[in-house]
């Protein structure tokens, strides 16, 4: 690992024009958590010059909960939305995704801006050694195939077979979540997180809309309805800490026993966290039983583009689908 300059900031405004005076020649990244950027520090996939410590800019970790919704700031831990008596009353999948994701040790230190932020775990990009080619070259097959793909992509897996790593994505894309992002001038937007997290391209040097000078300061998320039914799944090779094979997030309106508008996210299957809008759709109108639920996952599942050693994660997918919906009733 290279020597780097250590900043301290108290302000959003001023870890803002820090991260806007990056380059090529000396790059400035924001450290949150730090508990991914460490790991692409130590190997050597990132080589800031200066890093930027956003930990005592005290309006970033603020947690707001009433009849508008939920806004959590970009510094809130993993350990405190999973511990929060109202999220988990109100947002459950929320808190059972926190309460899923790493070790409690790193829950303790990773932050929901972080966890979203994070690049893939992908042991081939996270090789020192490992380099992209130009789509553009018709020399080159554009779809990277690795040898050992077994915890890879099973969807929109043609250019890469990469996966996005937040658990907290899943679930924040089925409760329709927006990220809101602060500029060096000042300005402020806002993305829905579906659109804000980009599938893995060669022409760019991150995975999401955050542009040089940005912050992600806070994530928004809509008022619970009356009525909703939600639940949120994770499965690993092991019962204990482990990457997934794939987690399933479920949002249901419900009149009675009739689904009226459904959410089903799928994660660490695609590049990015995946609607299953076609079994959303059969499952409208429905009451919500085991068949019903065994139907929408094998809907789910239909489209998948297994590679020869990840094939065995449809099956699984298929069962934490049809698990999950059935245990928001």
Known sequence: ???????????????????????????????????????????????????VNLKRIRSLGELQLDNTGLRLGALMTLTQ?????GIRSHYRALAEAASH?????VRNAAT????????????????????????SDPKVDPKVDHAEHQHHAIFDNQQTAIVHASTLATALVAYDATVHLTSNEGSSRAVALQDFLLPPSMERDRDTLIADGEILTRVSVPPIQANTRCAYHKQTERDSYDWPICDVAVVLQMNGDTVTAAKI??????????RAMEAEELLVGRKLDERAATEAAAVAVRSATP??????????????????LLAAT
């Open 81 to 85: 939305i999973e511990r929060d008596a």
């Open 1 to 51: 690992m290279q020597s780097f300059e250590w900043v301290d900031v108290t302000s959003v405004e001023e870890a803002a024009a820090l991260l806007a005076a990056t380059s090529a020649h000396a790059p400035v990244i924001a450290k949150a958590g730090g508990m991914d950027l460490l790991d692409l520090m130590k190997e050597g996939i990132v080589r800031p010059a200066r890093v």
């Open 112 to 135: 929901i801006g972080g966890n979203l932020l994070q690049r893939p775990r992908c042991w081939y990009l996270r090789n020192d050694h490992f380099h992209r080619v130009a789509p």
């Open 101 to 105: 994701a790493a070790t409690p040790q």
């Open 307 to 324: 590679l020869v050693k990840n094939a065995y994660k449809v099956d699984v997918l298929r069962a934490v689908i049809k698990r999950t």
């Open 265 to 274: 996210v799928l994660g660490w299957v695609a590049p990015t966290p995946r």
